[in-house]
């Protein structure tokens, strides 16, 4: 798709029978706009609600931050401090190393040194998550049923009524209390699936500073969507 700038837009098109309406919205990881539909009958209506909104994709691809690899020599934010990636090392399990910055070792080949950091990462994410869920279901006198790591698009963490909790690895690259504040707001969900007062005093309650924390994601939560193996 064409802005008036001559610029080439990249535009997916999907139909969502859940959708009310037309919708146009960015997905951040794969750098392209997605212009949903209702239904199939709808879908030359669609295009040209994404022409028309062209100069508007233009400007928000434009915004986003440059894609940061998870590749040796490449720095990562882990807990919220920079982190930089070797293939030195010790063994063939990859380790955290101290220093400033700190060093994530994989030993091993260079072609799959990315994959090695992204399950050690995604392994680091479970760990501190499920720790923090444990806490703040403790402190709300509720139990979760099963604690899941993905790579979701829009939201950081979800909750089944079943008790089920998934959290997005990205979380790991966050300082500890944003990571922190999304395990409470989900686990406040296990007592209220809303927002409600009453949910946000239950996360109120685990993290009083939950304001700041979610402020943080608002602000820098692209950063860490453009992290890419």
Known sequence: MKTRSGCDIPVRLEVNPRARRLILRIDEKTREGVAVSPNKRNLAEVVRFAQERADWLEAHLGALPEHVALAPGGR????????????EG????????????????????????????????KAEAKSDLTRAVNTYCAALGVSARRVTIKDTRSRWGSCTSDGRLAFSWRLIMAPSEVLDYVAAHECAHLLEMNH???????VETCRPTWKRERNWL????RNLHAVQV
Do not use: K
Not at 76 to 87: N, V
Not at 91 to 118: D, W
Not at 218 to 221: D, E, F, S, Y
């Open 76 to 87: 990562f934010m882990l807990r919220g401090q920079s982190c930089e990636i070797t293939l």
């Open 218 to 221: 608002r602000q820098n939560g």
């Open 196 to 202: 409600s007062p009453a949910f946000w005093a239950h």
């Open 90 to 121: 010790q063994g063939r399990m990859a380790y955290l190393g101290a220093g400033e910055p700190q060093t994530l070792h994989v030993p091993g080949l260079e072609e799959t040194a990315g994959r090695r950091v992204l399950r050690f990462l």
